[in-house]
C-alpha cells in the first residue's frame, strides 16, 4: 500500500462550510422562520466568514485600549498624556491585529492550495493506494467494505471532487479556506478594533473635558465598556444564529475577566514598581 505522508492520522470528519450549508438545507430540523434558498444560504455563509475577525478586533480593542487608559487616569499624570496613550494604543492595537489576520489569513490560504496540490499529486500518481485510504476512511465511520468500496468508486469517478473531499475527510481542512481573501480580513479586523476600542477613549476624553473626577470617570468608564460588549456579545449571538442571551452574558463574563485582570497587573506593578523607585 502506498504510504501517505499524512498515512495513520486519525480521520477528521467533514468540515466544508459549504457542504454543512448544504446539508441544513435540505434538513427538517431548520426552524420554520428561516427562508430556504440558495441566496439565504450565500448570505448567511458570507457573513459567517468574517465573525472571528470582529470578534478579535473587537475585544481586544475595547479591552486593551480600556485597560491602558483605566490604569493611568486618576494618577499624576495629566488629561493630556491620557489622551495620546489611548490615541496610540488605538492605532497601533488596530494595525498591529489587522495585519496580524492579514497573514494569519495569506498563511491558511497557502496551505490549504498547498495541500490541494499535494492531494491532486498523490490522485494521478497514485491513485490505488488514494481510493484504498478513503475507503478504510469510511469504513472506520461504520460501513462494511462493500458498501465502502462503491461509493468511493463513484465517487473517484471525478478527479476534484475526490480531492476535495479527501482534504476534507482525511485531513479536516474545508477547500473554501483557499477562496478566503486575507486584505478583507485585516481591514474588518482593523475596523472592529478601532470601532470597539474607541468607546472607552471617547468616555475618558468627555469626563476629562467636563472636569469630572478621576474615579468619577473610572466607573462611567466601566458601564459603558460593559454596555460595549453586550452589544458584541449580542452582535455575535446574530451572526452565529446562537441563544443571544447565553452569548451576551459569556461575552461579557470573559470581557470582563479579562479587563480585571489588565488592570489589577498593571494597579499591582505601579504600586509596587512605583514605590521602588
Not at 120 to 126: A, Q
Amino acid at each position: 500500500q502506498y504510504l501517505n505522508p499524512v498515512h495513520g492520522r486519525k480521520p477528521k470528519m467533514l468540515r466544508s462550510r459549504k457542504r454543512k450549508t448544504m446539508k441544513y438545507y435540505f434538513s427538517e430540523d431548520l426552524p420554520a422562520d428561516v427562508e430556504r434558498s440558495p441566496s439565504n444560504i450565500e448570505s448567511r455563509k458570507s457573513g459567517s466568514n468574517y465573525i472571528k475577525s470582529i470578534l478579535y478586533g473587537g475585544l481586544d480593542g475595547i479591552i486593551s485600549v480600556f485597560v491602558a487608559v483605566a490604569s493611568v487616569s486618576g494618577t499624576e499624570y495629566g488629561p493630556m498624556y491620557v489622551l495620546i496613550l489611548g490615541i496610540a494604543k488605538l492605532l497601533a492595537g488596530a494595525i498591529s491585529m489587522g495585519v496580524g489576520d492579514f497573514l494569519a489569513t495569506d498563511a491558511q490560504v497557502d496551505l490549504v492550495k498547498r495541500e490541494r496540490k499535494r492531494e491532486e499529486w498523490e490522485f494521478d500518481n497514485y491513485p490505488e493506494g488514494e481510493v484504498r485510504e478513503m475507503i478504510e476512511l469510511y469504513m472506520s465511520k461504520g460501513l462494511d467494505e462493500p458498501s465502502a468500496t462503491r461509493l468511493v468508486e463513484i465517487l473517484s469517478q471525478k478527479r476534484d471532487a475526490f480531492v476535495d473531499i479527501m482534504m476534507a475527510e482525511e485531513l479536516g481542512i474545508s477547500i473554501d479556506d483557499a477562496e478566503e481573501t486575507p486584505w478583507k480580513h485585516g481591514l474588518v479586523n482593523f475596523t472592529s478594533f478601532m470601532i470597539f476600542g474607541i468607546v472607552p477613549l471617547i468616555v475618558f476624553i468627555i469626563a476629562i473635558a467636563a472636569g469630572a473626577s478621576g474615579e468619577t470617570t473610572f466607573y462611567i468608564a466601566i458601564g459603558v465598556t460593559a454596555l460595549t460588549l453586550c452589544g458584541m456579545g449580542l452582535l455575535k449571538g446574530r451572526l452565529t444564529k446562537t441563544n443571544i442571551l447565553l452569548s451576551v452574558l459569556i461575552t461579557l463574563g470573559l470581557g470582563a475577566l479579562s479587563a480585571v485582570i489588565g488592570w489589577a497587573i498593571s494597579f499591582i506593578l505601579q504600586k509596587y514598581v512605583g514605590a521602588a523607585e
